[in-house]
Nanobody, 122 residues
Framework: QVQLVESGGGLVQAGDSLRLSCAAS????????MAWFRQAPGKEREFVAA????????LYADSVKGRFTMSRDGARNTVYLQMNSLKPEDTAVYYC???????????????WGQGTQVTVSS
């Protein structure tokens, strides 16, 4: 089973940048699509970004397109989410996930991290 550990969250101001990392252990995840989801207080978990198993293709939610960039480093067994021009509405717990389906749907991902908090003040 893959274990995923997120890091890099924190408290920033609107317009700032953060880079989240998700380190995988237990086995290689180089053959798995990876994704980031987020959940704000009182809201359902929502898709943020996904990267295909070779890192060639990416998907983004419309709300983050052009501001967030997801990438993966197979040698380090790590995926990243570079978040620029952060907005207060980006405030949420961000979760890393690994799965079998390169999709926007949470049900396509079997392994999840514990999450890292991102708070953007106005």
């Amino acid at each position: 089973q893959v274990q995923l550990v997120e890091s890099g969250g924190g408290l920033v101001q609107a317009g700032d940048s953060l880079r989240l990392s998700c380190a995988a252990s237990g086995r290689t995840f180089s053959n798995n699509p990876m994704a980031w989801f987020r959940q704000a207080p009182g809201k359902e978990r929502e898709f943020v970004a996904a990267v295909s198993w070779r890192g060639i293709s990416t998907l983004y939610a419309d709300s983050v397109k052009g501001r967030f960039t997801m990438s993966r480093d197979g040698a380090r067994n790590t995926v990243y989410l570079q978040m620029n021009s952060l907005k207060p509405e980006d405030t949420a717990v961000y979760y890393c996930a690994a799965g079998l389906a390169f999709s926007r749907e949470a049900r396509g991902y079997d392994d999840w991290g514990q999450g890292t908090q991102v708070t953007v003040s106005s």
